[in-house]
T-cell receptor, first 113, second 113 residues
Framework: DVKVTQSSRYLVKRTGEKVFLECVQD?????MFWYRQDPGLGLRLIYF???????EKGDIPEGYSVSREKKERFSLILESASTNQTSMYLC????????????FGEGSWLTVV | AQSVSQHNHHVILSEAASLELGCNYS??????LFWYVQYPGQHLQLLLK??????LVKGIKGFEAEFIKSKFSFNLRKPSVQWSDTAEYFC???????????FGKGTKLSVKP
């Protein structure tokens, strides 16, 4: 089975802190994604990556950055956390060609106080 | 840009009622379509997917969806819902070769026992 593992299920951080959310996949997928999920807004794409050291902005990249130094790992970084970044963050991975299923991690609940 | 519309924000049904959740997408080319389900407190799970072939797709737990290209629709159906189907349902599309999964805002289904 494909496994997408997010390092933290629940985090509480203070406003202004730098936050790292880590995601690891074990299926050698080229593509990795970070979404945030908010009630009534569905899942919105923050950043995605097609390959190591490659990254592309999604729909809502402001306030976030990403890092992909190794194929299996995709990190989401909140440079200076703000309360409006309180959300559920979902990592996903999939093979390069379209038409392949994308697999999700269990999510990381981030609360910024 | 691609987008996905889910017509209903919240649907409330009694057990044994039939279900149809609407999903429309905007993309003129080849698409791959998905329905994901998120049960309370759990992560996203793939319910069914359409890549090509028979436009009537059967998924897990008795769900099915029909791809109607002329209507840009991919509606989810189930003839008789159960209380355990209470969840949030997300329609998603990958358009073209990029492999980005774009989500609708979700439909919350509540099934009364």
């Amino acid at each position: 089975d494909v496994k997408v593992t997010q390092s933290s299920r629940y985090l509480v951080k203070r406003t202004g802190e730098k936050v790292f959310l880590e995601c690891v996949q074990d299926m050698d997928h080229e593509n990795m994604f970070w979404y945030r999920q908010d009630p009534g807004l569905g899942l919105r794409l923050i950043y995605f990556s097609y390959d190591v050291k490659m990254k592309e902005k999604g729909d809502i990249p402001e306030g976030y950055s990403v890092s992909r130094e190794k194929k299996e790992r995709f990190s989401l970084i909140l440079e200076s956390a703000s309360t409006n970044q309180t959300s559920m963050y979902l990592c996903a991975s999939g093979l390069g060609a379209s038409g392949n299923t994308i697999y999700f991690g269990e999510g990381s609940w981030l609360t910024v106080v | 840009a691609q987008s996905v519309s889910q017509h209903n924000h919240h649907v409330i049904l009694s057990e044994a009622a039939s279900l149809e959740l609407g999903c429309n997408y905007s993309y003129g080319g080849t698409v791959n379509l998905f329905w994901y389900v998120q049960y309370p407190g759990q992560h996203l799970q793939l319910l069914l997917k359409y890549f090509s072939g028979d436009p009537l797709v059967k998924g897990i737990k008795g769900f099915e969806a029909e791809f109607i290209k002329s209507k840009f629709s991919f509606n989810l159906r189930k003839p008789s819902v159960q209380w355990s189907d209470t969840a949030e349902y997300f329609c998603a599309v990958i358009g073209g070769s990029q492999g980005n999964l774009i989500f609708g805002k979700g439909t919350k289904l509540s099934v009364k026992p």
